[in-house]
């Protein structure tokens, strides 16, 4: 099954939705005695295209008091989208389709309130072409439309539905830059780093959390958001002789754009002679209880640190492994493979620890970025044993085309795996336990050279 969606080619609505008359089901009975005669208290309900954005719809609520709240809109063919809340007041649901007429329902218990809304248009230039393949094994992804390599500033952070294929949210990211890399993050938002050094978040529902440029140090790659606190890679180029190296760590910032703590990595490894881009980080990830979780791609290397800004021990490294032997990383764990022999990793990106310890990367498998000897690329998850100082290959998800650079490895709540070849904008999905992928995705910009970012299934 083949489904290709070409997206952004109408003007955009011009305002905002109207209220739709509301209607009441299951109307509080009256009590009569013989001398008093009293009705229950009347509330209502309206839902209508949110003055924010044009796919995310704005309820509310009047004289309802503190009761706990059902919010359903349904579309045929389109999934439905619902949204329980315990307060009165306006609330938004977000990740509608455009152009699409919902039936809304607000339930208090057996009180009911009905109405109808359409949502907005997409942006005219969002350029998406989108195509999949196969039964889906996501409901919807996060990820962004690839315009960087065609304009400037026309690239935006967008959510995709699958069952139809679609555009669901889009952000913007800023005047004439783009997205760098996305992510879902640890607090359950949507952030951006641009290519001009820009951190951005949203909430689901489109509302801007956090929004700064950082002048210096430069941001680059990937960024992360726990409790508020925003973890960033950073680069820095040096006055050294030919090229210049290039210097990296992380930072931490609060939601304000103010500096809280930097961790420099040369502080604890030391440059090779005449380097240039020694390190190359590309991503960064809050683990629970502070540390953060980085990949040096040059070093075939991911490192644990302390990253809470409060720590006392800020900066340590807990455990470095590298994916092949290296001159300038000493790493924690002998790397093995599923059959106890010599296993390895090369260039990988994307790493991520997972709820039972385990490790998850994409792993390029470049032997240099172009080089020919380089093997197909692939997911890849390890056990890791710091007591034992082993790490064994637990299971891979073999692509196949060799992508050599950025790429992705996430895994949705049911355990299907989502591998990311970045340069294909290809997105290849593998059912739990399935070694072979089972569907397909692909996420590209018209007339565009910009990568796929970041492909992340999003919870329902």
């Known amino acids: 099954m083949l489904f290709l969606v070409l997206i952004g080619c109408s003007p955009p609505s011009s305002g905002v939705g109207e209220p739709a008359a509301s209607s009441s089901v299951g109307e509080a009975e009256r009590d009569s005695g013989e001398s008093t005669m009293t009705t229950a ?187 508020g606190r925003i973890a960033a890679l950073w680069l820095e180029h040096t006055d050294e002789p030919g090229l210049g190296r290039i210097d990296q760590g992380f930072v931490v910032f609060d939601r304000e754009g103010v500096e809280l703590s930097r961790f420099d990595f040369g502080d604890v490894l030391t440059p090779p002679e005449g380097a240039h881009d020694w390190l190359h980080a590309n991503s960064i990830a809050w683990l629970p209880g502070g540390d953060v979780l980085i990949s040096l791609r040059h070093r075939s290397a991911v490192a644990r640190i302390s990253g809470h800004p409060d720590a006392e021990d800020f900066g340590a490294v807990r455990w470095w492994l590298t994916g092949e032997p290296d001159d300038v990383v000493d790493s924690d764990f002998v790397l093995r493979g599923l059959d106890g022999g010599v296993a390895d990793f090369r260039q990988q990106h994307d790493a991520q620890l997972l709820e039972d310890g385990s490790l998850l990367l994409f792993d390029n498998r470049n032997r240099t970025t172009w080089s020919p000897l380089s093997e197909a690329s692939r997911g890849l998850q390890l056990t890791l044993d710091a007591v034992a100082g082993e790490a064994r290959v637990l299971r891979s998800w073999p692509l196949d085309r060799h992508c050599p650079f950025a790429g992705s490895t996430q895994r949705s709540a049911d355990g299907a795996v989502l591998a990311t070849c970045a340069p294909s904008w290809q997105v290849s999905g593998f059912a739990a336990g399935a070694e072979e992928p089972e569907w397909s995705m692909t996420v590209a910009c018209e007339g565009s050279t910009g990568w796929t970012k970041r492909v992340t299934p999003l919870p329902r």
């Open 41 to 227: 208290p009347a509330w209502s309900a309206s839902c209508i295209q949110s003055p924010g954005h044009p796919l995310v719809a704005r309820c509310t609520t009047v004289d309802l008091g503190a009761a706990e709240v059902m919010i359903t809109l349904a579309s045929p063919g389109v999934a439905t989208r619902e949204r329980a809340v315990a307060v009165e007041g306006v609330m938004d649901v977000a990740w509608l389709q455009a152009d699409t007429t919902y039936a809304w329902t607000v339930a208090a218990g057996a009180e009911v309130r009905t109405g109808e809304l359409t949502t907005g248009s997409l942006p005219a230039d969002l350029g998406a072409v989108l195509n999949q393949e196969g039964d889906p094994l996501a409901e919807r992804v996060l990820t962004s439309i690839p315009c960087d390599g065609v304009d400037a500033g026309r690239s935006r952070v967008v959510v995709v539905d699958t069952e139809p294929l679609g555009v669901t949210w889009y952000g913007e990211v800023g005047e004439d830059d783009d997205p760098m890399q996305v992510r879902w993050t640890a607090d359950g938002t949507i952030a951006v780093v641009s290519f001009r050094s820009r951190v951005k978040e949203w909430s689901p529902e489109g509302e801007v959390l956090a929004d700064f440029v950082s002048a210096r140090p430069t941001l680059h790659h990937d960024l992360d958001i726990a409790d």
